[in-house]
């Protein structure tokens, strides 16, 4: 068997035992991800040539010259009607690879534990929504549910900005344009730059980088487009310090009126081990940007918005603790690991 058929029986093998990750590295066994936990898979080896000769049967030029010239670069594929988004990489043995497997459709809000308060949101027309989390947390696949319920409930054109391309929409009733980075475009804040000369909507960025990405984001939203992207935060409050602190300080009363005007809601998530085995469960936080909460980001009072968000329940409103708490009382997990989470 070639090596692009041994690497494609270890995708079926992560599909059939719905791993989440599978880790290629040269001349050592693969590992695979199950439940957040990483196990070795009793299978041959690849060694570099091999993963490279796979690898390079998917990157672009653009691509191939990336990886050539800084050790790593994205992409992503199809096989068996899966997806899987890949990062190949050097390091002191070879060229190695780290694959995550994608769901084959979008979920459903209620069966993927995602808050019903983002079904509400993905209907306002204008504004800033974001998801935050760890890596692994599952942001990929909320942005999915939403982005997958506005295309089959409301006619407009959907712009994603990804890197790589994870999910492929089909049109419904959106049309949805779909662009990768460093493939058809350069950078996420020139992409939603020219996404506000395409006629759009609904503007989703696959994550905001830096400044440059952040401020392009901002400046659609307040210019009356929806906006949807991620973060690497842990909750609210951490989220809107980030924001702010990525401007330089003279920029930064100005950010907060414009974040204070834009910003809708904030959902952070962390994917918790549950009681049963090789089960996860999903735990948020959620900020809605109510008055309250926007005159905190204006005045520069962030440290008040956890608090704030405990006070104002009755606006869907709660802290990361209510939602590992739940899960808890519901039997999904353990106190160990509830404590473990909180944050």
């Known amino acids: 068997m070639d090596s692009s058929g041994k690497i494609y029986g270890y995708l079926d093998t992560c599909i059939n035992t719905k791993a989440s990750d599978l880790h290629l590295k ?31 049967g998917y990157l672009t030029q653009e691509q191939a010259e990336k990886y050539a010239s800084g050790g790593e670069a994205d ?30 459709k979008p979920g459903d809000f209620s069966n ?22 760890p890596t692994g947390s599952g942001k990929s696949t909320t942005l999915t549910c939403m982005l997958d319920y506005i295309n089959h409930n409301k006619s407009a054109h959907i712009i994603t900005l990804e890197d ?16 990768e980075i460093g493939k058809d475009t350069k950078s996420f804040g020139k992409a939603i730059e020219a996404a506000m000369r395409q006629d759009p909507d609904i503007i989703m960025v696959g994550e905001m980088r830096d400044l440059e990405s952040v401020a392009a984001a901002i400046a659609a939203a307040e210019t009356g487009h929806l906006v949807l992207s991620t973060l690497h935060t842990k ?18 009363n100005q950010i907060r ?18 009681l049963e085995p090789g089960t996860r469960h999903l735990a948020t ?20 918005i956890s608090s704030t968000m405990q006070t104002s329940r009755k606006e869907g409103m709660f802290i990361m603790k209510d939602s590992l708490q739940q899960l808890f009382l519901d039997g999904k997990i353990s106190q160990e690991e509830m404590e473990q989470y909180m944050f």
């Not at 899987?84 to 780290?98: E, Q, S, T």
């Not at 790589?164 to 662009?179: A, G, L, N, V």
């Open 75 to 104: 992409f992503s594929f199809s096989h068996n009607d899966y997806r899987f988004r890949c990062n190949v990489y050097r390091d002191l043995y070879g060229d190695n690879l780290a694959l995550r497997l994608l769901a084959l």
């Open 285 to 304: 936080e959620v900020m809605v940007c109510n008055q309250a909460i926007k005159n905190l980001i204006r005045t520069g009072k962030t440290h008040m």
């Open 112 to 133: 993927l534990g995602i808050p019903l308060i983002l079904k509400d949101y993905s209907k306002k027309r204008s504004g800033l929504i974001l998801i935050t989390g």
């Open 257 to 274: 009126v414009q974040l204070g005007m834009t910003l809708l809601l904030v959902c952070s998530q962390q994917l918790v081990p549950g």
């Open 26 to 56: 040269a001349n050592q066994p693969p590992y695979m991800r199950f439940a957040g936990k990483l196990e070795e898979i009793d299978l041959l080896p690849l060694n570099t040539e091999e993963i490279y000769n796979f690898v390079h």
């Open 164 to 179: 790589p391309i994870e999910y492929i929409h089909t049109s419904s009733k959106c049309i949805i344009t779909q662009r």
């Open 235 to 252: 909750g609210a409050e951490n989220t809107v310090d980030r924001i702010i602190d990525m401007f330089p300080a003279g920029q930064q």
